[in-house]
């Protein structure tokens, strides 16, 4: 790889950072996404302040009884935390005097949090992204596609406009994959203690990424296994890193990992269970067992397994093929990356085929493990966010892999085909994904009360796009029963769901304050496109 250029203006990474950054600033809408990081912010507050986890009157909707008979959160403070300085900050800004007459809608608080949150998350994603795309032999046009790929084209982009943990999870475990790997190759027992804080930070967000933390060490294995095999393709035979595959070398560098990974996995997990035992008095439940009993005493028609009671067939099939949900239509790209990983396997690197395989199995392993779950399809969200981050994990090397293998495919039989729907398809998964920003995620949820299901969603929300901007909502049948019934949804449904928009829509705010908004959105509009062209014309000097 060429040496990095002096001026910052010509550095790739630099200029892929400040996308990165204008990006999740230009998608922001004001409002923190969802009801779910709503109430993981208010959990923030109560980091810091004397209001409580969850107030009354939420309950029954929201909370569990804990100690005390106290109403508490049954999310992991993981997210929280993140969001404490943003809250600190935003706090402070809400109560200037300029803000005095405002309504907060949307709150001064959640526009501070969400977009310095969002943003800070998707530049540090831009760059551990980056990293990892090199570590795995990438050049650097290939990693930044395939980073600009990960922002741009899978379910991130929605995740970066409403802010659901998803995009956290997916930094952290890419620090984690990254990391690790910088270990297995150097030695570098740093570098996997960096690795494995991460893993480890993301149990406290969600206990299922415990299953992240599994893949990361089946990762660590199977390049370890690819690596040390005799006549792979691209192995390093003289690495001696790679030839502990063999024997009793193998249990060493296996021993030498847990010394320093398990550690911090307990740890972590502690304070989870710390946690868990403050507020529940255990240090062995979690909280599915407290809200199915809350739940059962509410509605004693529920099933005995509850909430486990989605027949294994129908979770699975559902988050594959159904048309509300299926990860194939909400992330295209990663049909690119199953094809690809059969169809150039024999020429793939062993660090390649490790990641393929391994980001396969963290996805089939998250589909049978939610399958089950009575809400396996994460409810209000775009697509099925319990596994959508498994998901862009794996269509992270979707785009390198195109650009690395086009001079092969092009010179075969069917590689012009293969190279030309790959292209149709990144079009394909770019237009899905801008298309989720346009309305506030709620809109075809209510509109399936009345239009029924199964729903495709994806066509029900270009059909929306084009009727509100046509001004035919009405005579196309989409304004539906549901939508007035909460006034403050309706408001936020029917507007398009960036900031200017949302101000200009609900209305109390300032009319200057409102035109001030659109000029600066789009400036920073211009300055990503600016910024675009700069990159590309950047990466030119890199092969």
């Known amino acids: ?77 993981g997210q929280s935390l993140l969001m404490l300085p943003a809250d600190i900050v935003g706090t402070w800004i809400s109560h200037w005097p300029i803000f005095a007459e405002y309504e907060d809608d949307p709150s001064v608080r959640g526009i501070v949090v969400s977009s310095s949150t969002n943003i800070l998350v998707t530049v540090l994603t831009a760059l551990i992204a980056f990293r990892l795309l090199v570590q795995l032999r990438f050049s650097v046009r290939e990693s930044v596609a395939g980073v600009l790929a990960l922002l741009f084209c899978t379910t991130h982009l929605h995740y970066t406009q409403n802010m659901m943990e998803n995009n956290s999870i997916l930094l952290l475990t890419l620090t984690g994959f990254s990391f690790q790997y910088e270990w297995l190759r150097t030695d570098n027992r740093r570098a996997l203690f960096i690795g494995s804080s991460a893993l480890g930070l993301n149990l406290l967000t969600r206990l299922t990424t415990g299953l992240d933390l599994v893949a990361t060490g089946i990762f660590v294995l199977l390049v370890l296994w690819f690596g040390g095999r005799a006549g792979t393709p691209g192995s390093p035979p003289s690495n001696p890193l790679f030839e502990a595959a063999r024997g009793r070398l193998l249990w060493r560098r296996l021993l030498a990992y847990c010394k320093v990974a398990a550690p911090v996995y307990l740890f972590f997990l502690a304070v989870d269970r710390i946690y868990q035992f403050y507020r529940f008095g255990s240090f062995t439940n979690t909280y599915v067992s407290i809200f199915a009993r809350e739940e059962r005493q509410i509605d004693p028609t529920l099933p005995a397994n509850f909430p486990w009671s989605t027949p294994f067939h129908e979770g699975v099939f559902g988050a594959l093929f159904k048309p509300e949900k299926s990860i194939f239509l909400f992330d295209p790209l990663l049909v690119l990356t199953l094809f690809l990983l059969i169809w150039l396997w024999k020429r793939m690197t062993p660090e390649l085929r490790a990641y393929g395989v391994t980001s396969l199995i963290l996805l089939a392993t998250y589909i049978c493990f939610y399958a089950r779950y009575t809400f396996w399809s994460g409810d209000f969200a775009w697509g099925d966010r319990y596994v959508s981050t498994s998901v862009e994990l794996a269509a992270l090397i979707a785009v390198p892999l195109l650009m690395r293998y086009r001079a092969a495919l092009t010179g075969e039989r069917l590689g012009k085909t293969i190279w030309f729907a790959g292209c149709l398809l990144i079009a394909v998964s770019l237009l899905i994904q801008l298309a989720s920003l346009a309305f506030w995620l709620p809109l075809e949820i209510y509109q399936m009360e009345t239009l029924g299901h199964p729903t495709f969603v994806i066509a029900l929300r270009f059909k929306n796009i084009a009727a509100f901007a046509l001004g035919k909502m009405d005579a196309w049948g989409l304004n539906t029963e549901a939508m007035p019934q909460d006034p403050w949804d309706y408001v936020h449904i029917t507007t398009w769901n960036f900031l200017p928009f949302v101000l200009r829509r609900v209305g109390e705010a300032p009319r200057w304050v409102v035109d001030i908004a659109f000029a600066v959105w789009f400036a920073a509009l211009a300055a990503l496109g600016a910024v675009l062209v700069r990159l590309r014309n950047s990466v030119r000097a890199f092969v």
């Open 1 to 77: 790889m060429p040496p990095r250029p002096t001026h910052y203006l010509r550095d790739p990474l630099f200029l892929l950072c400040l996308t990165a950054g204008l990006l999740a600033f230009v998608v922001q809408s004001g409002e923190l996404g969802t009801s779910d990081t709503t109430h993981r912010l208010q959990t923030t507050h109560w980091l810091w302040t004397s209001e409580p986890q969850v107030f009354p009157y939420e309950y029954p909707e929201f909370g569990l009884h804990g100690r005390g008979g106290r109403l508490y959160s049954w999310y992991g403070i």
